[in-house]
């Protein structure tokens, strides 16, 4: 039995949850997610509660039973407290702007970058240097990060570029001078 799997979710107040032909919706004071339930898995409501339970013993039953769990535990804390990551630009003249749903990135580049972000996400710049991304969807939050991350990832040598808040770099030795 999956450790995570067994483990109940707890419904939060003002959080609605229905399940409809193995697509789960949850509903809460931020927005609404929905997701398909993968097969040989299934999911119990209870009023305070859900429990994700599995078929049978197969491979692919064991492996969807724990990630379920955990994607529907995410949509439920999504929908109520929101997902952010932070990332922080480092460099001379590289910088960030926001403007309604685009990211307007200087980055060294020959030409500025614009960015379109996905409808759901959001970007709070803070300093010209600090970006934070927030969205009710983890995995969107993650890869939208992710994608403002592969514009410019940080190089070794002076440690220049995007890289995510707590991320440590680690600096190389430049050439040494002739003796």
Same mark, same amino acid.
């Given at each position: 039995m999956?450790r ?7 419904? %939060?107040q ?5 399940l409809?032909?193995?697509v $789960?919706? !949850? !509903? ?22 859900? !429990?994700?339970?599995?078929?049978d ?7 969807? #039973?724990?990630?379920?769990?955990? /994607? $529907?535990?995410?949509?439920? $804390? ?7 990551? /932070? /990332? ?16 307007n ?5 020959? #030409? %500025?970058?614009?960015?379109? /972000? ?22 969107? !939050? ?11 990832? %940080? ?25």
């Open positions: 999956s995570i799997g067994k483990l109940p979710i707890a419904i %939060p003002g959080v609605k949850i229905t409809e032909d193995s $789960i919706q !949850v !509903v809460g004071p931020k927005g609404t997610l929905s997701r398909r339930i993968m097969a040989g898995v299934s999911v119990e409501l209870d009023d305070k509660s859900i !429990v994700v339970n599995r078929s013993d197969g491979i692919k039953s064991r492996s969807a #039973h724990g990630l379920t769990r955990t /994607l $529907i535990n995410n949509m439920v $804390i999504g929908v109520t407290n929101g997902f952010e990551t /932070l /990332l922080e630009i480092t460099g001379v003249g590289y910088r960030a702007e926001a403007k309604e749903n685009f990211l990135l200087s980055l060294g580049y020959s #030409h %500025p970058i614009n960015f379109q /972000l996905p409808s759901g996400i959001t970007v709070d710049v803070e300093k010209m240097t600090k970006l934070s991304v927030k969205g009710i969807d983890k995995e969107l !939050v993650g890869q939208t990060a992710a994608k403002i991350r592969s514009f410019r990832g %940080p190089e070794p040598y002076k440690g220049k570029g995007i890289r995510y808040a707590k991320e440590t770099i680690l600096r190389k030795a430049g050439k040494t001078g002739k003796k």
